[in-house]
């Protein structure tokens, strides 16, 4: 197993302290965090493939509208669940 010597910043070096994690758990969340991102990624390009595709082939649009019609278009998606029942003991 390779062992890499790495300086931390203050934030990176706090939140392992904090946390108490292993270079190997560290290493599998950067691993995540990477996944993630990726994912994020993905889904963006097929928002933007989709509003190429609904514009004829072009688009304009600013950062904020962007972001707000990405947003509105995930949340369009995402399966709404049922609320719980609270129930008094």
Not at 19 to 29: D, G, I, K, M, V
């Amino acid at each position: 197993m390779k062992k890499y010597i790495h300086l931390l910043t203050k934030e990176e070096f706090e939140k392992e302290k904090q946390y108490n994690l292993t270079e190997e758990q560290f290493a599998l969340l950067e691993v995540i965090d990477y996944a993630e991102a990726k994912r994020k990624a993905q889904s963006i390009a097929r928002f933007m493939k989709k509003e190429i595709i609904n514009n004829n082939g072009a688009i304009s649009i600013s950062f904020a509208k962007l972001c707000k019609k990405y947003n509105d278009w995930v949340n369009s998606r995402k399966r709404y669940r049922k609320e719980l029942k609270k129930y008094k003991n």
